[in-house]
Each structure stands twice: as structure tokens, then as C-alpha cells.
């Protein structure tokens, strides 16, 4: 149930039948207090001043003609022509049991299906993923997951870059660690494995030629160096798999579209450019020069798309990528989870795509960019000694200082099932901080604040639904058997209510502007109406009349299966007890 669209819907009816002309939008929003009701429309002053009316005079107008008989209690005018709908908590209770309790899912599916592809994470395997990668990496698999739940057909794409002149440094280095040890050791660390190969790249004779030579090699099939590569990426891609265990976030190898996948679209790529007169040669490179891309003072910053020795580019391959998802993959949507740094060259490569082709007209191509994640002194997140931090070591951190805090706290739970807990507790907790703050912005990373359990954090909302199951068990009552009619009495009652109804609104919004924090902060308000519900309206007390208790155990079963189907949204688990 989408209150706000239904109530949409009905007022522009109203409108309609009072003679408002048709493109007059009905303005329908939640109110900002109770004292306004529950809802209001604002259509009234827009449509007086087109009109030259009184506005109050065509509220009433709208109101008149306004059927709304058994969902709203009250209609109201207000100020110049407010017009405040108090919905009927009966209906309100109604449609909770209906939408929230009883339906097999709590989304709608959308009415439009799309294919989306969702570019996401995204590292280069060169390297050992490291903090940088988180954002990209649970941003995008929330949205991932949001799409799905909505029914679109996701299509997950991990560009992760495989290819480039790094990896002939890097498969040279493992071609002499070879003849000691095998792939598998020598690489169970590439951080180390690369700091070493890169050193000797710098110093040692005759390394970088060498280098050198090896990625043309591998650039023309070699089959030694494909072999050595092919070996180097198979063991950092089970790397990232290991984390994107981890951190619960839903990519597989299945999901993996490497950037050499494209290596033979790439000459068709810059002769088509060039045939469309896009690309020009430009100092022996080939580049293209586009006016929409002109800064205030008219200068082009030119793409290049092929260097003078003939390699291909960054972009080249993006663009390879763009005519893929949107040709192959038949994508009405792609969305792009990458660092805003990268901005200009997403501009680019969109801007290209379009005149030459490469995207669909109907496709939106969307660079959702995110802020850089900061240590507590406000400088980009490093370790002590300056280093870049590792993903894995991170996400271990998480879980043992959860494990601590759950000892501190007494959990009285097997040994096991605190582990289990803790990381639930620990990779939602580091999950959720990044996923809250509103994505553009840089934010800092703090251990205390993520794991607090009070405040707009996962633990807080984790703990809120152990509270709700705890009272089930203390019932004795399976929550999916209670039966019996939700009644609102209470005004605490009645905001919790409205705030269920308002879940498949916030994850609209979600999908369209691919913004997490919204469902987070949705989340954080669900979450403090129920604890003020709870304060305030008594379950278990003797004295509690069975009919209210029953209606009161289900508002807390539509408040858990929201807490944990929001939850799941930004892949983080909930558990029965902490
Ligand atoms: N591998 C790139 C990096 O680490 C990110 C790739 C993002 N996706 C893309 N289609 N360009 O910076």
C-alpha cells in the first residue's frame, strides 16, 4: 500500500470533478505535524493562482467532491487552503494487517519492469581490495538487492580491471617466484607480492624491460604469459569472493565482466569513432574533442581513445562496456558506483556513448559517485603508520570488537551462536555507517559510533528487532499465527502505523535516486516510533485486554518484518537474540 499515491489518486479525482484542469498536480505529502492530519494536499494555492480563485474557496471545492468515506476520519481546510486529511485509524489498522502482516512480501513490484545493470565494486585485481572498495561495494549491492526486491532484472557487473601495463610487471615478478614456490604462496599476500614486484620494477636491472616485453606478449596471446596472468587473476579473484563473503554483499565470479573481456571490441571501437568523424588524430594519439564537454571558457579537455604506441584506454573500454549493456544487455537503466573522483571521466564516457552511438536512446546511464571515507582526524582512512587499510583486516577488526562488546554486555549464548551474532553485529555495523550518510558526502569512519548501540546505527536497529522476538518468546506465541484485528487507539499507535505503510515509498525513492540513507533513516524512525510505542503501550501487563494484546503483538510483527526486510535491503542480517 503507497498511501501517498492512493491519496494522490483521489484528490486529482476530486479535482477533476470540481473542474480543475487535468494537469494540475494533486501536491499530496505527508503532513509536517499531527496537528495538520496525517496527510495534506497543497493543490489548492497553485491552482487559485492559475485560475484567479480563492483558494480557500476551491479547497472547499476539492473537498466537496473528495471520496475518501472510510479512509480519512476528517477533512480539514487550513490556512490559505490546506487541505489536511486525518486518516481513520481503522483503515489504518486494516491496511497494516493487510499489506504488512499478512502479505507474502511487503513490496509492491514495480509497474514498470527495467533491466538494470548495476556496475559495482569493481577493484583491480592488481592489488588486494583495501577500504577504498568498500563503498562501491555495499552501495551498489544495496541497490542491487532494492532493484531485485522490486522485480527488475538485475544484471550485476564487476568491471574489475585485469589488464593494463601492471600486470606485465606483476606475471614477470611471479615468473621468478615460480621456480621457488608455487602460484598459490607466492601470492597469499599481493599486497606484499606487488610492493615487491614494484620495487623491483623500480631498481633492479632489467626487470622493467622485461616487464615490458611481457605485456606485449600477453597482449598478443602468449601463451606462457596467459598462463602466468590467468594464475595471478584467478587467485586475487578468490580473494574478492572471500570478502564479498564476508561483508554479505551478493556478487559471485558469475557476476565478474573483466576489463579484458572487451580487449577485442576495442579497435572496433575507435574505428567507429572515426568513421563518424568523432575521433581525430591528435599528437599520433586518436582522440575526440567534444563540444558539450567545453569548460565556461570554451576549451574541450579531449578524449583519448588510443595512444600513439596503439594501446587503448581506461575509457576505451568503458565505452566498449557502455555498447554491451546497452546492446547486449538490453539495459533501460545502468547505474555506475564509482568513486566521484572519476567524474569527469564517467561524463565522458556517457556523453561519447550517446553521439556515437554506443548507448540506446531510451537508456538512462547514471554515475551514482560517493565521498571518500575519512579517519577520526579527517584525513582519508589510513592504518597508524600511514599504509592503506585492508578490506579483510577491517572486517575482522569489526567482528572481534563485536565479540567484545557482546562479552561485555553478558550474552548469555552458546559460544557458537555469539560468533554467529557478533559477526552479524560487526560487518552490520561497518555496513550500515557507510550505507547512512548521505552517499556524495566524505564521512568519518569511527569504531565507537558504528557499534553504539543507541543512535541511527545497525546494532540499535539489530537490537530493536532481538526486543520484539524476545517478547514473542516471553508470549509464548508464534507471530506468524496471531490473528485478530490491529485497533489504533493510542497516538503512539497510530504514528507506528503510518510509518509501516510508508515503507514502500522510501524504497521507491531508493530505486530511483539511488540513495541508501533514505531507507536508513526510514529504518532509525520505524525503529524509535516502536520504542516509544513501547514505553507507552503495554503487551504483556495482566491488565491488558486480550483483543488490544493480540492487536499490539501484531504491530509488533509488521514493525520486525519491516526491521528485517529493510535490513536484508542493505544486506545486513538480523538475529533472533544478542
Ligand atoms: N577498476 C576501477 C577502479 O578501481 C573502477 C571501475 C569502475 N567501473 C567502470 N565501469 N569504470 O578505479
Given at each position: 500500500?503507497?498511501?501517498?499515491?492512493?491519496?494522490?489518486?483521489?484528490?486529482?479525482?476530486?479535482?477533476?470533478?470540481?473542474?480543475?484542469?487535468?494537469?494540475?498536480?494533486?501536491?499530496?505529502?505527508?503532513?509536517?505535524?499531527?496537528?495538520?492530519?496525517?496527510?495534506?494536499?497543497?493543490?489548492?494555492?497553485?491552482?487559485?493562482?492559475?485560475?484567479?480563485?480563492?483558494?480557500?474557496?476551491?479547497?472547499?471545492?476539492?473537498?466537496?467532491?473528495?471520496?475518501?468515506?472510510?479512509?480519512?476520519?476528517?477533512?480539514?481546510?487550513?490556512?490559505?487552503?490546506?487541505?489536511?486529511?486525518?486518516?481513520?485509524?481503522?483503515?489504518?489498522?486494516?491496511?497494516?494487517?493487510?499489506?504488512?502482516?499478512?502479505?507474502?512480501?511487503?513490496?509492491?513490484?514495480?509497474?514498470?519492469?527495467?533491466?538494470?545493470?548495476?556496475?559495482?565494486?569493481?577493484?583491480?585485481?592488481?592489488?588486494?581490495?583495501?577500504?577504498?572498495?568498500?563503498?562501491?561495494?555495499?552501495?551498489?549491492?544495496?541497490?542491487?538487492?532494492?532493484?531485485?526486491?522490486?522485480?527488475?532484472?538485475?544484471?550485476?557487473?564487476?568491471?574489475?580491471?585485469?589488464?593494463?601495463?601492471?600486470?606485465?610487471?606483476?606475471?614477470?615478478?611471479?615468473?621468478?617466484?615460480?621456480?621457488?614456490?608455487?602460484?598459490?604462496?607466492?601470492?597469499?599476500?599481493?599486497?606484499?607480492?606487488?610492493?615487491?614486484?614494484?620495487?623491483?620494477?623500480?631498481?633492479?636491472?632489467?626487470?622493467?624491460?622485461?616487464?615490458?616485453?611481457?605485456?606485449?606478449?600477453?597482449?598478443?596471446?602468449?601463451?606462457?604469459?596467459?598462463?602466468?596472468?590467468?594464475?595471478?587473476?584467478?587467485?586475487?579473484?578468490?580473494?574478492?569472493?572471500?570478502?564479498?563473503?564476508?561483508?554479505?554483499?551478493?556478487?559471485?565470479?558469475?557476476?565478474?565482466?573483466?576489463?579484458?573481456?572487451?580487449?577485442?571490441?576495442?579497435?572496433?571501437?575507435?574505428?567507429?569513432?572515426?568513421?563518424?568523424?568523432?575521433?581525430?588524430?591528435?599528437?599520433?594519439?586518436?582522440?575526440?574533442?567534444?563540444?558539450?564537454?567545453?569548460?565556461?571558457?570554451?576549451?574541450?579537455?579531449?578524449?583519448?581513445?588510443?595512444?600513439?604506441?596503439?594501446?587503448?584506454?581506461?575509457?576505451?573500454?568503458?565505452?566498449?562496456?557502455?555498447?554491451?549493456?546497452?546492446?547486449?544487455?538490453?539495459?533501460?537503466?545502468?547505474?555506475?558506483?564509482?568513486?566521484?573522483?572519476?567524474?569527469?571521466?564517467?561524463?565522458?564516457?556517457?556523453?561519447?556513448?550517446?553521439?556515437?552511438?554506443?548507448a540506446t536512446e531510451h537508456c538512462s546511464l547514471e554515475h551514482h559517485p560517493f565521498g571518500t571515507m575519512m579517519g577520526e582526524d579527517g584525513k582519508p582512512f589510513k592504518t597508524r603508520s600511514g599504509g592503506t587499510v585492508k578490506l579483510s583486516e577491517l572486517l575482522d577488526e569489526a567482528v572481534e570488537r563485536a565479540a567484545r562488546l557482546l562479552q561485555e554486555k553478558g550474552s548469555d549464548l552458546s559460544a557458537d551462536k555469539q560468533a554467529e551474532v557478533a559477526r552479524k553485529i560487526g560487518i552490520g555495523a561497518v555496513k550500515y555507517?557507510?550505507?547512512?550518510?548521505?552517499?556524495?558526502?566524505?564521512?568519518?569512519?569511527?569504531?565507537?559510533?558504528?557499534?553504539?548501540?543507541?543512535?541511527?546505527?545497525?546494532?540499535?536497529?539489530?537490537?530493536?528487532?532481538?526486543?520484539?522476538?524476545?517478547?514473542?518468546?516471553?508470549?509464548?506465541?508464534?507471530?506468524?499465527?496471531?490473528?485478530?484485528?490491529?485497533?489504533?487507539?493510542?497516538?503512539?499507535?497510530?504514528?507506528?502505523?503510518?510509518?509501516?505503510?510508508?515503507?514502500?515509498?522510501?524504497?521507491?525513492?531508493?530505486?530511483?535516486?539511488?540513495?541508501?540513507?533514505?531507507?536508513?533513516?526510514?529504518?532509525?524512525?520505524?525503529?524509535?516510533?516502536?520504542?516509544?510505542?513501547?514505553?507507552?503501550?503495554?503487551?504483556?501487563?495482566?491488565?491488558?485486554?486480550?483483543?488490544?494484546?493480540?492487536?499490539?503483538?501484531?504491530?509488533?510483527?509488521?514493525?520486525?518484518?519491516?526491521?528485517?526486510?529493510?535490513?536484508?535491503?542493505?544486506?545486513?542480517?538480523?538475529?533472533?537474540?544478542?
Amino acid at each position: 500500500m503507497k498511501i501517498r499515491e492512493f491519496l494522490s489518486g483521489r484528490v486529482r479525482a476530486a479535482m477533476t470533478a470540481a473542474g480543475l484542469p487535468e494537469e494540475l498536480p494533486p501536491m499530496v505529502a505527508p503532513s509536517k505535524g499531527p496537528q495538520f492530519g496525517d496527510y495534506q494536499a497543497n493543490c489548492a494555492m497553485g491552482a487559485a493562482k492559475r485560475l484567479k480563485a480563492n483558494p480557500r474557496e476551491l479547497a472547499a471545492k476539492i473537498v466537496d467532491a473528495l471520496e475518501l468515506g472510510g479512509v480519512a476520519e476528517k477533512l480539514e481546510i487550513a490556512g490559505p487552503g490546506f487541505i489536511n486529511i486525518h486518516l481513520d485509524p481503522t483503515w489504518l489498522g486494516r491496511q497494516v494487517e493487510e499489506t504488512v502482516v499478512a502479505a507474502s512480501g511487503l513490496l509492491d513490484p514495480a509497474p514498470e519492469k527495467q533491466t538494470v545493470v548495476v556496475d559495482y565494486s569493481s577493484p583491480n585485481l592488481a592489488k588486494e581490495m583495501h577500504v577504498g572498495h568498500l563503498r562501491s561495494t555495499i552501495i551498489g549491492d544495496a541497490l542491487a538487492r532494492v532493484l531485485e526486491a522490486q522485480e527488475h532484472d538485475v544484471i550485476r557487473q564487476n568491471h574489475v580491471g585485469d589488464w593494463g601495463t601492471q600486470f606485465g610487471m606483476l606475471i614477470t615478478h611471479l615468473e621468478d617466484r615460480r621456480e621457488e614456490t608455487d602460484a598459490a604462496v607466492a601470492l597469499s599476500d599481493l599486497e606484499q607480492f606487488y610492493r615487491e614486484s614494484k620495487q623491483r620494477f623500480d631498481e633492479e636491472e632489467g626487470f622493467a624491460d622485461r616487464a615490458r616485453a611481457n605485456v606485449v606478449k600477453l597482449q598478443s596471446g602468449d601463451p606462457h604469459c596467459t598462463a602466468l596472468w590467468q594464475q595471478f587473476i584467478d587467485i586475487s579473484v578468490a580473494h574478492s569472493e572471500e570478502i564479498y563473503q564476508k561483508l554479505n554483499v551478493t556478487l559471485s565470479h558469475k557476476d565478474i565482466k573483466a576489463e579484458s573481456a572487451y580487449n577485442e571490441d576495442l579497435p572496433g571501437i575507435v574505428e567507429s569513432l572515426q568513421q563518424q568523424d568523432l575521433a581525430v588524430e591528435d599528437l599520433g594519439a586518436q582522440a575526440v574533442f567534444l563540444d558539450e564537454l567545453a569548460d565556461k571558457k570554451g576549451n574541450v579537455t579531449p578524449i583519448i581513445v588510443q595512444k600513439s604506441g596503439g594501446g587503448y584506454l581506461y575509457a576505451t573500454t568503458d565505452l566498449a562496456a557502455v555498447r554491451h549493456r546497452c546492446h547486449d544487455l538490453h539495459a533501460d537503466r545502468v547505474l555506475y558506483f564509482i568513486d566521484a573522483r572519476q567524474s569527469l571521466h564517467m561524463k565522458q564516457v556517457f556523453a561519447l556513448s550517446r553521439r556515437a552511438g554506443f548507448a540506446t536512446e531510451h537508456c538512462s546511464l547514471e554515475h551514482h559517485p560517493f565521498g571518500t571515507m575519512m579517519g577520526e582526524d579527517g584525513k582519508p582512512f589510513k592504518t597508524r603508520s600511514g599504509g592503506t587499510v585492508k578490506l579483510s583486516e577491517l572486517l575482522d577488526e569489526a567482528v572481534e570488537r563485536a565479540a567484545r562488546l557482546l562479552q561485555e554486555k553478558g550474552s548469555d549464548l552458546s559460544a557458537d551462536k555469539q560468533a554467529e551474532v557478533a559477526r552479524k553485529i560487526g560487518i552490520g555495523a561497518v555496513k550500515y555507517a557507510d550505507l547512512a550518510k548521505t552517499r556524495t558526502n566524505d564521512y568519518i569512519f569511527s569504531w565507537e559510533a558504528m557499534l553504539s548501540f543507541e543512535g541511527n546505527t545497525a546494532p540499535y536497529l539489530q537490537y530493536a528487532y532481538t526486543r520484539i522476538q524476545s517478547i514473542f518468546a516471553k508470549a509464548g506465541v508464534d507471530p506468524t499465527e496471531l490473528a485478530g484485528d490491529i485497533r489504533l487507539e493510542a497516538e503512539q499507535e497510530k504514528a507506528l502505523a503510518l510509518k509501516l505503510l510508508q515503507f514502500n515509498e522510501t524504497v521507491d525513492l531508493v530505486a530511483a535516486e539511488a540513495y541508501p540513507h533514505l531507507l536508513c533513516n526510514y529504518l532509525y524512525e520505524l525503529a524509535s516510533l516502536y520504542m516509544k510505542f513501547y514505553e507507552a503501550c503495554p503487551i504483556l501487563r495482566s491488565d491488558v485486554e486480550p483483543l488490544q494484546r493480540e492487536s499490539r503483538l501484531l504491530l509488533c510483527q509488521a514493525v520486525a518484518r519491516t526491521l528485517a526486510q529493510g535490513l536484508d535491503l542493505l544486506g545486513i542480517e538480523v538475529m533472533e537474540r544478542m
